[in-house]
């Protein structure tokens, strides 16, 4: 399970002040029948986690400045004892 402390939302709705002073700690995974559907967490650990997000992009539409990056990027040389691979 995506986070150890869970409720139903039924309980949730009727201690939300509780349930938000409990989610600054650790996340807090809400349930409806019984299935997790929402992971409430604090504002520090979405941003912590935001940061860790990455742009994905498909090769048509890359910035130009990544197109350059890589037109002009080389291999280290120690990659080089595997250039007979490519023959």
């Known amino acids: 399970m995506i986070t ?3 409720i139903p939302s039924t ?3 009727n201690t939300a002040g509780q349930a938000l002073d409990d989610a600054l700690q650790d996340p807090l995974g809400i349930t409806r029948r019984g299935r997790l559907t ?3 967490l604090s504002a520090s ?3 912590r986690l935001k940061r860790r997000d990455q742009q994905a992009y498909a090769i ?3 910035p130009d400045e990544m197109v350059d990056a890589l ?3 080389t291999a280290p040389a120690w ?9």
């Open 11 to 13: 309980k949730f709705q």
């Open 4 to 6: 150890e402390k869970t």
């Open 79 to 87: 990659t080089e004892k595997y250039n007979d691979e490519l023959r």
């Open 71 to 73: 037109a002009s990027a």
């Open 45 to 47: 650990e979405y941003e």
């Open 60 to 62: 048509a539409n890359l």
């Open 38 to 40: 929402h992971v409430l």
